[in-house]
T-cell receptor, first 117, second 115 residues
């Protein structure tokens, strides 16, 4: 099984709402990622978790709050978002043996299309 | 910091023909990985092909092959016998060997296949 699943597929939320995005994988990967992708642009890395610990935060605003409750799950909690946060949010996972010189493919989920009104 | 440049925002090719997508990158590192990812309209990003910088031999995966020119920092993707299912946005990406698996993406090339 090489699948990364994301829910929901689409989400519309107001600027005062609190919502969460969910990502799940069952490939035994210990690294998980959140990317933000605006229309016609490449994905931009937001967060990286390694062995359930946050290892990279690419200076993301605090209205985005990641959580990795276990090795299979990754959440992104959203609060007080702005219209410019509307985008496709992609989750990815991979093996986590960084620095060994061995590359491990990142498997991407289908994304959640977020619209902030 | 590393940068990746794709100079062709859009490309089109006739079905069954061959097309080449360009990518250049800038880095001071000697060892790294380069990738081509495909993102069809259904949105899921899929790895097409990978190249290790220390390998001189160009990577191939069925109808997909790369032309890796390390000195020129060039990494083009050739798609042979183009099929309608190849229509997608193609992203070139760079990753350092050391450290976290941070992918640096180019801006993408939208490929259209004409029947």
């Amino acid at each position: 099984d090489t699948e990364v699943t994301q829910t929901p597929k689409h989400l519309v939320m107001g600027m005062t709402n609190k919502k969460s995005l969910k990502c799940e994988q069952h490939m035994g990967h210990r690294a998980m990622y959140w990317y933000k992708q605006k229309a016609k642009k490449p994905p931009e890395l937001m967060f990286v978790y390694s062995y359930e610990k946050l290892s990279i935060n690419e200076s993301v605003p605090s209205r985005f709050s990641p959580e990795c409750p276990n090795s299979s799950l990754l959440n992104l909690h959203l609060h007080a978002l702005q219209p410019e946060d509307s985008a496709l949010y992609l989750c990815a996972s991979s093996q986590a043996r960084w620095g060994t010189g061995v590359d491990y493919e990142q498997y991407f989920g289908p994304g959640t299309r977020l619209t902030v009104t | 910091a590393q940068t990746v440049t794709q100079s062709q925002p859009e490309m089109s090719v006739q079905e069954a023909e061959t097309v080449t997508l360009s990518c250049t990158y800038d880095t001071s590192e000697s060892d790294y990985y380069l990738f081509w990812y495909k993102q069809p309209p259904s949105r899921q990003m899929i790895l097409v092909i990978r190249q290790e910088a220390y390998k001189q031999q160009n990577a191939t995966e069925n109808r997909f092959s790369v032309n890796f020119q390390k000195a020129a920092k060039s990494f083009s993707l050739k798609i042979s016998d183009s099929q309608l299912g190849d229509a997608a946005m193609y992203f070139c990406a760079y990753r350092s060997v050391q450290g976290a698996q941070k992918l640096v993406f180019g801006q993408g090339t939208r490929l259209t296949i004409n029947p």
